[in-house]
Nanobody, 117 residues
């Protein structure tokens, strides 16, 4: 099993920055791509960014140029640096890790990010 522990969420004013962290523990050898998703009430969870073990990244169009995803494989940790935050970035952000051996995903508990005007 894999456990994901998120940190770094909070309240920030528009134009500010936050850095989210997600530390994986347990059977970390099974983890492949990791990513960040976000969800607002009444809407489906959507991909924000993800990153492979080799460092290949993918971003939602809405965050390109503002957010940066990175990972430290030695520490089994993935980060999301969020700059120039907008009120529409307000959501619960979830860390995700995909298994390289089985068709399943691991999810963190979610961390609230609120951007005020």
């Amino acid at each position: 099993q894999v456990q994901l522990v998120e940190s770094g969420g909070g309240l920030v004013q528009a134009g500010g920055s936050l850095r989210l962290s997600c530390a994986a523990s347990g059977r970390i050898f099974s983890i492949g791509t990791m990513g960040w998703y976000r969800q607002v009430p009444g809407k489906q969870r959507e991909l924000v960014a993800d990153i492979t073990r080799g460092g290949t990244t993918d971003y939602a169009d809405s965050v390109k140029g503002r957010f940066t995803i990175s990972r430290d494989n030695a520490e089994n940790t993935v980060y999301l640096q969020m700059n120039s935050l907008k009120p529409e970035d307000t959501a619960v952000y979830y860390c995700n890790a995909r298994s390289v051996f089985y068709d399943n995903d691991f999810w963190g508990q979610g961390t609230q990010v609120t951007v005020s005007s």
